[in-house]
């Protein structure tokens, strides 16, 4: 209802083709919302085994857990399905629409933020604003870490503009979502 209050197009990704139908239904009333089911990497037509969590969906990632289960121990992976991975300036081109039609990217991809980044260098100069969860360690095996993240935010123009902590383990690390703001 915020994004509709504020009149912004905005387009959700889900790659869980369950997932994807809800998500469909509930944006059904809301004509500037569209859902897209894909996998967003840093490559098109990567097949990937996709992890899907026990928590709904919520958790679900290319990669296996790391130390997920340390913070959140009650989830685990319920299932693979395969999945092929596209960019997401391949997404915006596969259903027309025009990425500076956007001023935000929220992401949420559990750990391969990174990689999403990554493939998206072409149509990054379009948002003003991107939001990202990000983890200090190693929340699932081989994902990307905060600092990570942070370097390549600043190489491509971005500064920090807001930090939050949603989670936190002693001795293991910190959860947080981060928006970072592009420098003009």
Same mark, same amino acid.
């Given at each position: 209802?915020?994004?509709r209050?504020?009149g ?33 990497t ?10 899907v969590?026990?928590?709904?969906g =919520?958790? +679900?990632?290319?990669?296996? /857990?790391?130390?997920?289960?340390e913070v959140?121990?009650n989830?685990?992976?319920e @299932? !693979?399905?395969?999945?092929?991975s ?5 997404m915006?081109?596969r259903?027309?629409f ?6 935000a990217l929220?992401?949420?991809? =559990?750990? +391969?933020?990174?990689?999403? /980044?990554?493939?998206s260098?072409?149509i990054?100069k379009?948002?003003?604003?991107? @939001? !990202? ?8 095996q ?6 990570e ?25 910190n ?5 970072y703001?592009?420098?003009?």
């Open positions: 209802e915020v994004y209050d504020f912004l197009n905005v387009i959700y990704i889900e790659p869980i083709p369950k997932v994807f139908q809800k998500l469909e239904k509930k944006l059904a009333d809301f004509p500037k919302m569209h859902a897209v089911q894909a996998l967003i840093d490559v098109d037509g990567k097949e990937y085994q996709f992890n969590a026990s928590n709904h =919520q958790s +679900s990632s290319i990669f296996e /857990l790391g130390q997920h289960e959140w121990p989830i685990t992976f @299932k !693979t399905i395969p999945l092929k596209m960019t997401l300036p391949s915006f081109e259903v027309n025009n990425p500076s039609d956007y001023q929220i992401m949420d991809t =559990q750990g +391969s933020e990174l990689l999403v /980044l990554q493939g260098i072409s990054l379009n948002f003003k604003y991107i @939001k !990202t969860e990000a983890a200090d360690f190693e929340i699932y081989g994902c990307c870490q905060l600092y993240i942070d370097a390549f935010m600043k190489t491509h123009g971005y500064r920090e503009f807001s930090r939050k902590k949603f989670a936190s383990k002693s001795g293991v690390g959860c947080f979502d981060i928006v703001e592009r420098e003009d």
